[in-house]
């Protein structure tokens, strides 16, 4: 220990992966010891959050950065250890894989019934297969089979061997062995959690308090510095062996952050995923008895919606797929219809009259704010021969819209990006597109005045920026706005003077604003009727738990409208 380490020594283990660097860059540069006084060394542990929980537990290390559903699980399970931070805020994403000679296997939807291998019991890798198979509406019993192989190069090996016939692992460690041939990728399934956590014992963080708390600025400050370094894509391809393209889209996506922030939302998600599958028992576990509260925060965001807090619109889509006899293959958009153009107001009408007002053609560049299943964006490019951009906050709609965009053969039509539109639209150039289009959407983001002032930024002179969104037509309860705020995940409404006002400031120029209050009123109502009325059937294909969401959620929409304190608007502007 040196002088300047005025908290001490703290033992830091992870995974030795390019997550990590920012322990790394920390470290070597001298932002744990000389600016927060605390002497930090990092301890790689090849086989994952099973063995760093080991390590944790032994005494041998301090703090670990582990995956968040193998620390929930073992926190839920009795364990001393609490989480303290969110380390990465972005969700991991899994590639899954089969073996080069197994023909037999080109979807996802083919390894039913069929040999998963993974690392351990209770791994992330075995926990995603469950995943994926409640997304599915698979059995989670008789529809899967586990192999224990251990490492990474050992699950490669069961593929060639033929003792497994699919495995899970992250994508980008995974891509240089679908590159060189010697598995193949056949999918891919995001976490519906942020990927990896910092955790500690009790005991420790009660007495090395300090020192975790400086660990904590310190690692908070290297998580900055890495997502504005631009050595890092050449560290990733030097230290990993990624190709440089791949380096640059994994930096692109991964938000690493260090932060104390952790989303409740996320927690009840593992928490209950956890409980479904029989990882853990205890039913009375919440996301607060998991954190430790003096250095952790728990927010809300947009997992807290009912709609998303479980995947139910995908596990929707999916059993409505398959109960269509469309769960795998080449399909045509218009087959989709039915199942993609389900959450936003009137389905293709609506998309339709956009089209028109907004005169899309084959020459129309379109930005989707919010894009979903990403049905909306497909119906456009097909039917209007436009090229569209959609971006999507939440990575397991994106990851379902992308595979039915390439299931439909429309990926040189509709490019999906994931990430937070305030971040994503920085990456665009000034006058990039004719037309910004959003369907429900505009109502989650609190920040209007950056959003609106990015869009003017991006959108051509003369091109159109259009939101079918909420509003506040009368005065709303206290009642009301707390159902907005944690069911719909909607913190603030204007009022419709206040909504043009604000578009104006941002140098638009008001072309209409249709009120579709009464309209809206009406649907909303006859969706939540129809979907009582067809409850036996529901519960038949996607199960009683999914239906029950999305009834409950379906009737406080309906409720709302009804009071006649919430409105609908379709408002469209220029740029000025």
Excluded at 78 to 102: F, M, N
Excluded at 373 to 394: D, F, I, N, S
Aim: include cysteine; hydrophobic fraction near 35%; aromatic fraction near 10%.
């Amino acid at each position: 220990m040196t002088n300047e380490a005025k908290y001490g020594k703290l033992r830091v283990a992870g995974v030795p992966e390019h997550f990590n660097i920012p322990w790394e860059q920390a470290i070597s540069s001298g932002v744990f010891l000389n600016k927060y006084g605390v002497d930090v060394e990092f301890i790689e542990e090849k086989l994952g959050t099973g063995a760093l929980i080991k390590l944790l537990k032994n005494e041998e290390v301090d703090v670990i950065v582990a995956l968040t559903e193998g620390l929930v699980a073992d926190i839920a399970n009795k364990s001393d250890i609490r989480l303290i931070a969110t380390y990465v805020e972005s969700p991991l994403c899994w590639a899954i894989s089969t073996g080069t000679h197994q023909d037999n296997i080109s979807s996802v939807s083919d390894l039913r019934g069929l040999r998963f291998g993974i690392s351990r019991q209770g791994s992330g890798s075995q926990l995603m297969v469950f995943v994926l198979a409640l997304q599915r509406n698979w059995n989670i019993v008789s529809d899967l089979s586990f192999v224990v192989n251990g490492s990474f190069q050992d699950l490669r090996n069961s593929l060639k061997q033929g003792t497994t016939e699919a495995f899970m692992w992250e994508k980008f460690m995974t891509k240089p062995f679908h590159d060189s041939g010697e598995i193949k990728k056949i999918g891919e399934i995001t976490t519906p959690w942020p990927c990896f956590m910092i955790a500690s014992r009790k005991t420790t963080l009660e007495s090395r308090n300090d020192a975790i708390n400086a660990m904590l600025d310190g690692i908070q400050d290297a998580c900055h510095n890495f997502h504005i370094d631009p050595k890092i894509t050449e560290m990733v391809c030097s230290k990993f062996g990624h190709r440089k393209e791949d380096a640059e889209k994994w930096y692109k996506g991964v938000h690493i952050t260090g932060s104390r922030d952790i989303s409740e939302a996320a927690l009840a998600t593992a928490l209950d995923i956890l409980r479904t599958v029989h990882v853990i028992e205890d039913k009375d576990m919440q996301p607060k008895d998991l954190c430790d509260l003096h250095f952790a925060h728990l927010r809300k965001d947009i997992k807290s919606m009912s709609l998303y807090h479980q995947p139910e619109l995908i596990h929707y889509l999916y059993s409505e797929l398959k109960e269509a006899g469309l769960e795998k293959g080449k399909i045509d958009y218009e087959k989709l219809i039915p199942y993609d153009q389900q959450h936003h107001y009137y389905g293709t009408a609506a998309t339709d009259t956009c089209a028109s007002l907004l005169q899309i053609n084959e020459k129309t560049k379109v930005l989707q704010i919010g894009s979903g299943l990403g049905g909306p964006a497909r119906y456009l490019a097909a039917k209007y021969g436009c090229k569209v951009v959609a971006v999507e906050l939440q990575h397991d709609l994106h990851v379902t819209a992308k595979e039915l965009t390439e299931r439909t053969g429309m990926k040189d039509k509709v490019d999906h990006i994931v990430g937070d539109i305030l971040q994503i639209s920085d990456t665009f150039e000034d006058n990039s597109f004719d037309v910004i289009i959003s369907w429900l959407t505009i109502l989650h983001i609190p920040l209007r005045k950056v959003l609106f002032d990015k869009c003017n930024r991006i959108l051509k002179q003369g091109g159109f920026f259009c939101a079918e969104d909420f509003y506040e037509k009368s005065t709303l309860t206290k009642e009301q706005r707390k159902i907005l705020e944690e069911d719909v995940y909607c913190s603030f409404l204007p009022t419709m003077p206040r909504y043009k006002v604000d578009l104006e400031k941002s140098l638009f120029h008001l072309v209409s604003a249709e009120d579709l209050t009464e309209d809206w009123t009406k649907w909303t109502r006859q969706r939540s009727n129809q979907f009582h009325k067809d409850s036996s059937r529901h519960c038949r294909v996607i199960g009683q738990a999914a239906y029950e969401g999305l009834s409950v959620f379906y009737d406080k929409i309906a409720g709302l409208f009804e009071t006649g304190n919430l409105g609908g608007v379709r408002i469209i502007a220029t740029k000025s």
